[in-house]
């Protein structure tokens, strides 16, 4: 590589290192001209069809288009709102991992008994969660907006969303733009990721709030950014109007807060400054997600993403490499 000097190289894939596992086929490398860049580890040729990265999104969200069919009646756009299928966590298929979990266990009950310790817990340590589960009855597999997964790793942090607040971030953005890939749900996920990583910064490594916060946005910045200077055009909206719209969005607002323990580190993470920050990475990384089988229908359900060495891929006219999803995430 002409005119890479080796330390901005070296530079580079030290950044990325934690992430990179053991004898991957592949690194990431920067140079003044491509900027940060994956390419190969060897200069032998991968056999077609080798797969040589795995990577699970560091945040994602359903397009708003999936919401709603347009044009509608307003009734029938607002109940297009609550006809989800998937995870409003990790987006997989809720009737698929039914089905596995059935499998699985084997028609034993095992599954039926943990789903009653679930709703029984949830029932005498957070009104919240037991107000969401009778919000989403009818379409969440008739107990939870979350699979069981995420239910049971999510019980013990403050509680974000519920099924009322998505409706109004997903009509408010239905009625700025429904072509918007990055907008107020996908700002509002990924200020929810980065103080759920704040809360755990805390708790297990003692961090003050205005460190962890710090530390928590960390990953993002791996994300390539804007240009200096450079202002990001959001699909009917902007990031002062997004920013506006979280604070004013409860349990979310006061959820935030809680987990990042500091009312002042808080505020910092809605700024207009850091809305605009995870905007612009947002529009300049994200990547189209298909979850099969969550969509309407049994249809995969469009979503898109942020992947951190995803992301650091160059384009190709003429790529040698495609993206594939499994069955259920």
Same mark, same amino acid.
């Given at each position: 590589? +002409?005119?890479?000097?080796?330390?901005?190289? !070296?530079?580079?894939?030290?950044?990325?290192?934690?992430?990179?596992?053991? &004898?991957? /086929?592949?690194?990431?490398?920067?140079?003044?001209?491509?900027?940060?860049?994956?390419?190969?580890?060897?200069?032998?040729?991968?056999?077609?069809?080798?797969?040589?990265?795995?990577?699970?999104?560091? !945040?994602?969200?359903?397009?708003?288009?999936?919401?709603?069919?347009?044009?509608?009646?307003?009734?029938?756009?607002?109940? =297009?709102?609550?006809?989800?299928?998937? %995870?409003?966590?990790?987006? %997989?298929?809720?009737? /698929?991992?039914?089905?596995?979990? +059935?499998? /699985?266990?084997?028609?034993?009950?095992?599954?039926?008994?943990?789903?009653?310790?679930? =709703?029984?817990?949830?029932?005498?340590?957070?009104?919240?969660?037991?107000?969401?589960?009778? &919000?989403?009855?009818?379409?969440?597999? &008739?107990?939870?907006?979350?699979?069981?997964?995420?239910?049971?790793?999510?019980?013990?942090?403050?509680?974000?969303?519920?099924?009322?607040?998505? /409706?109004?971030?997903?009509?408010?953005?239905?009625?700025?733009?429904?072509? =918007?890939?990055?907008?107020?749900?996908?700002?509002?996920?990924?200020?929810? +990721? !980065?103080?759920?990583?704040?809360?755990?910064?805390?708790?297990?490594?003692g961090l003050p709030a205005g460190d962890a916060l710090h530390a928590a946005l960390l990953p993002f910045d791996r994300l390539a950014a804007p240009p200096s200077g450079a202002v990001v055009a959001l699909h009917g909206t902007s990031p002062a109007?997004?920013?506006? +719209?979280?604070?004013?969005?409860?349990?979310?607002?006061?959820?935030? !807060?809680?987990?990042?323990? %500091?009312?002042?580190?808080?505020?910092?993470?809605?700024?207009?400054?850091?809305?605009?920050a995870l905007a612009g990475r947002l529009v300049l990384n994200a990547a189209g997600i298909q979850v099969l089988g969550a969509g309407r229908r049994g249809l995969p359900l469009r979503a898109a993403g942020v992947y951190v060495l995803l992301s650091?891929?160059?384009?190709?006219?003429?790529?040698?490499?495609?993206?594939?999803?499994?069955?259920?995430?």
């Amino acid at each position: 590589m +002409q005119g890479t000097s080796r330390d901005a190289m !070296v530079h580079a894939a030290e950044e990325f290192a934690d992430l990179i596992p053991p &004898g991957a /086929q592949f690194e990431v490398l920067r140079s003044d001209h491509a900027g940060r860049f994956m390419t190969a580890a060897s200069a032998e040729f991968l056999p077609d069809g080798s797969a040589f990265l795995e990577e699970t999104p560091l !945040v994602a969200w359903p397009l708003t288009s999936e919401l709603f069919v347009s044009p509608q009646t307003e009734s029938a756009s607002k109940a =297009s709102l609550y006809s989800t299928n998937w %995870c409003e966590n990790c987006l %997989c298929s809720l009737q /698929q991992q039914q089905q596995q979990q +059935q499998q /699985q266990d084997g028609f034993t009950g095992i599954r039926r008994v943990r789903r009653r310790l679930s =709703s029984k817990q949830s029932a005498t340590t957070n009104d919240e969660v037991r107000t969401q589960a009778r &919000g989403f009855s009818n379409l969440c597999t &008739g107990e939870t907006m979350y699979c069981s997964t995420c239910f049971e790793r999510l019980s013990t942090r403050p509680q974000f969303m519920t099924p009322g607040l998505l /409706q109004r971030w997903r009509s408010w953005q239905a009625g700025k733009s429904l072509d =918007s890939c990055v907008g107020l749900e996908a700002l509002a996920r990924c200020c929810m +990721q !980065v103080a759920s990583h704040a809360a755990t910064l805390r708790e297990v490594h003692g961090l003050p709030a205005g460190d962890a916060l710090h530390a928590a946005l960390l990953p993002f910045d791996r994300l390539a950014a804007p240009p200096s200077g450079a202002v990001v055009a959001l699909h009917g909206t902007s990031p002062a109007e997004v920013s506006e +719209q979280l604070l004013g969005s409860e349990p979310f607002h006061s959820a935030v !807060v809680s987990a990042i323990g %500091c009312q002042a580190a808080a505020a910092q993470l809605f700024a207009e400054s850091t809305i605009a920050a995870l905007a612009g990475r947002l529009v300049l990384n994200a990547a189209g997600i298909q979850v099969l089988g969550a969509g309407r229908r049994g249809l995969p359900l469009r979503a898109a993403g942020v992947y951190v060495l995803l992301s650091t891929m160059n384009h190709s006219c003429e790529p040698s490499a495609e993206m594939l999803f499994g069955d259920s995430s």
